[in-house]
């Protein structure tokens, strides 16, 4: 059984993502077993993770703050237990030890490992994040990203800040859905099966796919603001949080190398757009991002060296604005 990404390569060399375990779903009917409330609900993230940052975001973006709480674990895979060789996400010893991340003060484990043995003591799935947690029955609720944005896009609105805010619109679901499958596809997922290939033919193939992804994302954003038009939705948020790791990160550690974002003018100024939605910004930490990628994946990154570039500066101007309507 894989507990982490790394483990999950087929004989043939390719990388095959296993789905997450915990599919519980929050509800706005109060009858549900996990009803909206207020303070009931924690999400555990890593700024690293680009699936925990989707939620982040959506967090962030939906004006959740005081409704849910988070915090992040650090950046770097470290032993989860002794005498076990498993590598994965872990809480700091104290509030200053890792500028950004957290000591779980919820439940006082520290791992997320122990987290997810805390509410299944025979889970033997992987110990990912995002973590959504119901304070109350001290349970894991759910852990798929693309399930929790869903809940946090809507369940909330009667806590929420911006709750006119829907990035997932009913007139635009089945568009949002059919952008969602191609670029998790080709991109979201597609730089993993080019990083974690372990034989050439398959990262031959991940790697022409992404870039034939990322030109078709370039073509859709030379006409248009957005994936689905003028309208902000999921789709963008989903697409961003690989773009933004793509130059610093994807690039070198995951051998993709053919032309980086910022080589591609709508792609690039989109990502900056999206970087500077309000919230945004705060769900980017470059520092955690590095730090756990070339850190890591010794099979890929051995002395865990960290490039010093391209230290790109996502908050400068962006020409986005010409398709405003």
């Keep these: 059984m894989a507990r982490t990404a790394v483990d999950e390569t087929s004989e043939s060399g390719a990388f095959a993502r296993t789905p997450s375990?915990?599919?519980s779903f929050i509800s706005r009917d109060l009858a549900s077993p996990f009803p909206a409330e207020p303070g009931r609900y924690h999400l555990y993230i890593s700024y690293a993770c680009p699936w925990a940052c989707r939620c982040l975001s959506f967090l962030k973006i939906k004006g959740l703050e005081d409704v849910i709480s988070f915090s992040a674990v650090?950046?770097?895979?470290?032993r989860t237990k002794e005498g076990d060789e498993h590598m994965g996400w872990v809480f700091p010893a104290s509030a200053t030890e890792e500028p950004g991340a957290q000591p779980d003060f919820l439940n006082g484990t520290r791992s997320i490992r122990e987290l997810y043995e805390l509410a299944s003591p025979n889970y033997t799935g992987k110990y990912t994040v995002p973590v959504l947690w119901d304070k109350k029955l001290k349970t894991v609720v759910n852990n798929e990203s693309a399930e929790i944005i869903r809940m946090l896009n809507s369940e909330f609105?009667?806590?929420?800040?911006?709750?006119?805010?829907?990035?997932?619109?009913?007139?635009?679901?089945?568009q949002i859905d059919e952008i969602n499958e191609w670029i998790y596809?080709?991109?979201n997922n597609g730089v993993y099966k080019c990083g974690f290939a372990k034989k050439q033919e398959p990262y031959d193939e991940a790697v022409k796919k992404l870039y034939e992804t990322l030109d078709r994302c370039e073509d859709i954003l030379s006409k248009q603001r957005y994936l689905c038009g003028i309208t902000l939705t999921e789709a963008d948020i989903r697409l961003f949080v690989t773009l933004i790791r793509f130059d610093e990160v994807y690039v070198v550690h995951f051998k993709c190398n053919k032309k980086m974002v910022h080589e591609l003018p709508n792609l690039f100024n989109y990502t900056k757009d999206i970087f500077q939605i309000p919230g945004m910004s705060s769900t980017v930490n470059m520092q955690h991002i590095k730090k756990h990628y070339y850190g890591s994946h010794p099979s890929i990154n051995p002395l865990g060296t960290i490039p010093i570039g391209p230290n790109i500066d996502y908050s400068s101007p962006h020409d986005r604005t010409r398709f405003s309507a």
């Design 74 to 78: 650090k950046p770097k895979w470290e």
């Design 21 to 23: 375990s915990f599919r």
């Design 185 to 187: 596809d080709g991109i």
């Design 157 to 174: 609105n009667d806590f929420a800040v911006n709750a006119d805010l829907d990035l997932y619109p009913t007139p635009l679901r089945s």
